[in-house]
């Protein structure tokens, strides 16, 4: 009735929704996906919940599936140990109508059975030959801000990072690397560090405070300004500055990645990424992929932009000079 099913007579639908409408009556998602052979669900297996930066890509997700009248279902993964664990519990096929797989690698064995199931599954912020993904291009992002910072004519240029088990933190370190090879630039392992957490991937206001005042601990041979991998890292980096009586820009500038919230109310230069259009787009393209299971897989890539603030120490007319320059 409700699924505008063609055995049913327009008289006998009109009488039925006049009365449903009277009632207030709306069908359940859950019901109505029985009549469909669906559940009307959709799983989303993400490492971190409290992560600045999935909090934004899933306000995407969650707006986005509204429209489609789907539950989601959070599945957790702390450790990219458990990863296998948390898919064998939870990828059964028939209790869920597909899946979002966040920022870690799909292991093989079950990229195969998903492929022989037919489970409809896109990747974001990672990617798999054999599925629809999202992701982002982090070495270059990397590498504009680590470009910009040179532009301004900083020399001694340091890195704070994430837990390279990480691949978005490997694959940021690779962009810093490559900018300062370009610019014939010393690659100083003391002020390239990463942090050792598997809390969130180190990518913590206390990591980016903690290895901030490694830093500045070295005085006269701390860097001029640093690369920092996240800007919840670069929250921590901007107290351990400040209560070490230093200022930023003037005795270290940064440039973070993300552009959370919290990035524009401290002012922090950043490499800027569409995360909650990431997570709106994940779900038309699940969507798309349960009408079209055999099409083949599309693979999207977003190049993050370089906002410029007060950490970097430019002014806007020498950030759009930077810009050009990259």
Request: proline share 6%; with cysteine; charged share 20%.
């Given at each position: 009735m409700?699924?505008?099913?063609?055995?049913?007579?327009?008289d006998?639908?009109?009488r039925?929704?006049k009365?449903?409408?009277?009632?207030?009556?709306?069908?359940?998602?859950?019901?109505?996906g029985?009549?469909?052979k669906?559940?009307?669900?959709?799983?989303?297996?993400?490492?971190?919940f409290?992560?600045?930066?999935?909090?934004?890509?899933l306000?995407?997700v969650?707006?986005?599936?509204?429209e489609f009248?789907?539950?989601?279902?959070l599945?957790?993964?702390?450790?990219?140990?458990?990863?296998?664990?948390?898919?064998?519990?939870?990828?059964?096929?028939?209790?869920?109508?597909?899946?979002?797989?966040f920022s870690?690698?799909?292991?093989?064995?079950?990229?195969?059975?998903?492929?022989?199931?037919?489970?409809?599954?896109v990747?974001?912020d990672?990617?798999?030959?054999s599925?629809?993904s999202?992701?982002?291009?982090?070495?270059?992002?990397?590498?504009?801000?680590t470009?910009?910072?040179?532009?301004?004519?900083?020399?001694?240029?340091?890195?704070?990072?994430?837990?390279?088990?990480?691949a978005?933190?490997?694959?940021?370190?690779?962009?810093?690397?490559?900018a300062?090879?370009?610019?014939g630039l010393?690659?100083?392992?003391?002020?390239?560090?990463?942090?050792?957490?598997?809390?969130?991937?180190g990518?913590?206001?206390e990591?980016?405070?903690?290895?901030?005042?490694?830093?500045?601990g070295?005085?006269?041979r701390?860097?001029?300004?640093?690369?920092v991998?996240?800007?919840?890292?670069a929250?921590?980096?901007?107290?351990?500055i400040?209560?070490?009586?230093?200022?930023?820009?003037?005795?270290?500038?940064?440039?973070?990645?993300?552009?959370i919230?919290?990035?524009?109310?401290?002012?922090i230069?950043?490499?800027?990424?569409p995360m909650?259009e990431m997570?709106?787009?994940?779900?038309?393209?699940?969507?798309?992929?349960m009408?079209?299971?055999?099409?083949?897989?599309?693979h999207?890539?977003?190049?993050?932009?370089?906002?410029?603030?007060?950490?970097?120490?430019?002014?806007?007319?020498?950030?759009?000079?930077?810009?050009?320059?990259?």
């Amino acid at each position: 009735m409700f699924n505008n099913h063609p055995s049913v007579s327009e008289d006998t639908r009109a009488r039925v929704l006049k009365v449903a409408n009277r009632l207030n009556y709306h069908p359940h998602p859950y019901a109505r996906g029985l009549a469909r052979k669906r559940t009307n669900s959709i799983l989303a297996v993400i490492p971190f919940f409290t992560s600045y930066f999935f909090v934004e890509v899933l306000q995407g997700v969650q707006s986005k599936l509204s429209e489609f009248d789907c539950d989601l279902i959070l599945y957790g993964v702390n450790h990219p140990d458990q990863v296998d664990a948390s898919l064998r519990r939870n990828t059964i096929r028939g209790r869920v109508d597909g899946m979002l797989f966040f920022s870690m690698k799909m292991p093989d064995d079950f990229a195969e059975q998903y492929l022989h199931l037919k489970t409809p599954v896109v990747l974001v912020d990672t990617f798999h030959r054999s599925f629809d993904s999202l992701s982002v291009e982090n070495i270059e992002g990397s590498y504009v801000a680590t470009k910009h910072l040179i532009s301004l004519g900083y020399k001694r240029i340091g890195m704070l990072n994430a837990n390279l088990e990480s691949a978005p933190a490997r694959e940021r370190l690779t962009g810093f690397q490559r900018a300062m090879k370009e610019a014939g630039l010393p690659l100083n392992p003391d002020l390239i560090l990463r942090s050792a957490s598997p809390r969130l991937d180190g990518f913590t206001r206390e990591t980016g405070h903690d290895l901030m005042e490694q830093l500045i601990g070295y005085g006269p041979r701390r860097p001029d300004a640093v690369v920092v991998a996240s800007d919840i890292q670069a929250v921590g980096s901007l107290a351990a500055i400040s209560e070490a009586g230093l200022r930023c820009p003037d005795d270290i500038a940064l440039v973070g990645f993300d552009d959370i919230t919290l990035a524009a109310s401290l002012g922090i230069t950043t490499m800027r990424q569409p995360m909650y259009e990431m997570g709106a787009l994940a779900i038309e393209r699940l969507m798309s992929r349960m009408e079209n299971l055999d099409n083949p897989p599309l693979h999207q890539t977003f190049t993050p932009t370089l906002v410029v603030r007060s950490t970097c120490g430019s002014s806007i007319q020498k950030a759009i000079s930077a810009q050009v320059q990259v």
